[in-house]
């Protein structure tokens, strides 16, 4: 679609995806490296690129201030900006709980997550590479079922990781810092799908 004054709204959207899936890119690799040493270290790091998306969003918000017409309606930005930033904010949320819980050394399910996160996080960036041209794109309602379909594997994958922990023999401060660790991982695969949702609610709405 045309954009009015050079502001592609599309564009800083999936730039801003682009962050999230560095974070997740980022986080697969410090849970897959793990050392408790490096953990304040990483989460400096990983709190770059969240100070990025958050640069990108006040970008974006600053822009539509001062816009007159826009692509679609003003609003449907604003929630999809919000949702956005919400994708890299519960990636970095999971190394806040393991830094928060001293976590010594992460579980094989916790790899398992992060990797279907990363699935997720590149599916959501495919959806808003094609957002500017709903209109005419044939590939975004396949790719929010690929989405739909790989949260559903998150959930059924926090189930059985879960049910798995608790009947493990870990104590119980092991017992709580898991959950809210898997909670927060199973929150990432939420707010993607959140996401993609909205980028179709948007598309009805505005077509």
């Not at 201030?65 to 449907?76: G, S, V, W």
């Not at 104590?171 to 990432?188: F, G, H, M, Q, S």
Request: hydrophobic share 40%; proline share 1%; net charge negative.
């Amino acid at each position: 679609m045309a954009q009015t004054k050079g502001n592609d709204y599309f564009k800083m959207l999936e730039d801003m995806v682009e962050c999230s899936c560095r974070a997740a890119v980022m986080m697969e690799t410090i849970l897959k490296n793990f050392s408790v040493d490096e953990i304040e270290e990483n989460m400096k790091k990983i709190h770059v690129i969240e100070n990025e998306g958050d640069e990108r969003r006040h970008n974006l918000v600053e822009n539509l201030a001062k816009e007159f017409i826009t692509p679609i309606e003003r609003e449907d930005i604003m929630a999809l900006t919000n949702q956005v930033d919400n994708v890299t904010d519960t990636v970095e949320d999971v190394l806040l709980k393991i830094y928060m819980f001293n976590v010594q050394s992460i579980q094989p399910e916790a790899i398992e997550f992060i990797e279907l996160i990363m699935k997720c996080c590149s599916k959501l960036h495919e959806i808003f590479k094609e957002f500017g041209n709903f209109k005419k794109s044939k590939t975004i309602h396949d790719t929010v079922v690929e989405l739909n379909h790989l949260e559903e594997e998150g959930d059924a994958l926090y189930i059985s990781t879960v049910r798995k922990l608790y009947m493990s023999d870990a104590d119980a401060k092991e017992l709580a810092a898991w959950t809210e660790i898997y909670n927060c991982l199973e929150k990432v695969c939420d707010t993607c799908e959140h996401t993609a949702d909205l980028v179709e609610n948007t598309i009805l709405k505005n077509s």
